[in-house]
């Protein structure tokens, strides 16, 4: 970002600034200022003011007369740019033209103008990068005008860095650009550490009935004791509490008013943005996008994949349920659950329970590795947010699955 700066005051006494520009290459950076400033002689819009004064500071020799009224068509809220005659401007060095200039939002802009694609994705990852710096791009895009005043194709030059507010450029960007936003519950935390707690020991206890690599061997005539047996009970029992915490689970996607809870959050592809967006997450997982849509809570290639590791926690119950079903075959119920081991086998069903052990720790060492990651890299405070519930985010900032951050 450039470094000039302007500023202007609204009738409520928000500052609004400019930070510079970006340019996609053509123009110099000033040009694009220069371009920006020039309104109509009656405009007291202070963003109008805010590029001014910027303007004045950077390049004064740049500064136009304020165009007149009829050369001027404002925005609107249906098209949110507006255009703009400007006589006799130095768009290259000494090189004066007559220019019509579009100046507004980014998306719009980018669909009036010409743009190769390469540049609007540059324009586009520059922007995003402005928005989470909590920066407004204020796109401005050039058409040639001709002899009789016919107007040509526009082409985006670059966009102006808007701010309203307490915005700060990176290099000064201290704790007040970030603010704290509450997204998981206290019962989904407690859930969250409780499931750490039981997958732990059941697969401490799983591991040692699947291979009891320690204590004393059985041999002919030496007492073995009772320590497998411990190591089962403790097993069954932890197993039976792990069941419970997972149908508490079930009961409250149904009950809680906690949007991050309810079963309509398991499956997050609802709309085909949604898949979209499922797209650019995978894209930039990939390491191919630079940017990934920002969400608050999971974004949806994360959601997938805890609907997929509580699909996998529900089967790992069920074969576990199977197993401890064969002890009681006198008894309806439990020969019901270990009707499976009737059509797939014993050996298969305690494989299938000890791979999906195996995959569970796998999970965890992605989940782990995944989590420390993000917290480094985006600051966000993700790690803590199992613990205190929020993460923090920059002000201005506008998540997909949440108001914009103020
Ligand atoms: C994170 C969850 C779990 C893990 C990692 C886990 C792991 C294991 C492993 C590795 C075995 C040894 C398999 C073999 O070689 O026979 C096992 C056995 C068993 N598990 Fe689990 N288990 C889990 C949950 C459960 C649950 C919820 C139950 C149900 C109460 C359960 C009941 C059993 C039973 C009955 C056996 C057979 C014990 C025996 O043969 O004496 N497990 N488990």
Redesign the pocket.
């Given at each position: 970002m450039s470094a000039p700066t302007g500023s202007a005051l609204t009738a409520t006494g928000t500052e609004v600034r400019v930070g510079g520009a970006f340019t996609l290459g053509t123009v110099a950076e000033g040009v694009i200022l220069g371009l920006a400033a020039v309104s109509c002689a009656e405009s007291t819009d202070p963003v109008d003011r805010a590029l001014r004064a910027a303007l004045l500071e950077d390049r004064p020799d740049l500064e136009k007369p304020p165009v007149l009224e009829e050369d001027f068509d404002p925005a609107t809220p249906r098209r949110r740019y507006s255009l703009t005659m400007v006589r006799h401007f130095p768009l290259h060095d000494d090189d004066y033209s007559d220019v019509v200039v579009m100046r507004g939002a980014l998306e719009p802009v980018l669909a009036k103008a010409t743009i190769s694609r390469r540049d609007k994705g540059l324009i586009r990852r520059n922007a995003t990068w402005a928005l989470a710096r909590g920066w407004r791009a204020l796109a401005v895009a050039v058409a040639p005008v001709g002899p009789r005043d016919q107007v040509g194709t526009f082409s985006v030059l670059g966009f102006v860095y808007v701010g309203v507010g307490r915005v700060k450029p990176l290099a000064d960007e201290g704790p007040s650009n970030w603010a704290w936003v509450q997204v998981w519950s206290a019962s989904l935390r407690a859930q969250h550490w409780l499931n750490v707690a039981?997958?732990l020991i059941?697969?401490c206890?799983?591991?040692i009935?699947?291979?009891p690599f320690f204590g004393p061997a059985a041999g002919q005539g030496s007492d073995v004791g009772f320590l497998?047996g411990w190591v089962?009970l403790i097993?069954?029992a932890?197993?039976?509490l792990?069941?419970l915490i997972g149908l508490t689970r079930v009961v409250a996607a149904f009950t809680s008013r906690d949007r991050h809870l309810r079963w309509s959050a398991w499956w997050p592809l609802k709309t085909k943005t949604d898949v979209k967006r499922l797209g650019l997450v995978l894209g930039h997982y990939a390491l191919i996008k630079p940017e990934a849509p920002l969400y608050v809570a999971h974004n949806p290639l994360q959601q997938l994949t805890y609907t997929a590791l509580y699909l996998g926690?529900g089967v790992?119950?069920l074969?576990?349920?199977?197993?401890?079903g064969?002890?009681h075959q006198t008894n309806w119920f439990w020969e019901l659950f270990a009707m499976p081991t009737h059509w797939l086998g014993i050996p298969f069903i305690?494989?299938f329970?000890?791979m999906?052990?195996f995959c569970?720790?796998a999970f965890v060492t992605v989940h782990v590795y995944l989590a420390v990651r993000a917290d480094s890299l985006e600051r966000h405070g993700g790690i803590s947010s199992m613990i205190n519930g929020g993460v923090w985010l920059r002000r201005g900032s506008q998540p997909v699955d949440a108001p914009e951050v103020g």
């Open positions: 039981v997958v059941l697969s206890t799983g591991y009935i699947m291979d497998m089962r097993h069954f932890v197993g039976f792990w069941i926690c790992q119950m074969t576990g349920l199977t197993l401890f064969l002890y305690r494989l329970h000890t999906v052990m569970l720790w």
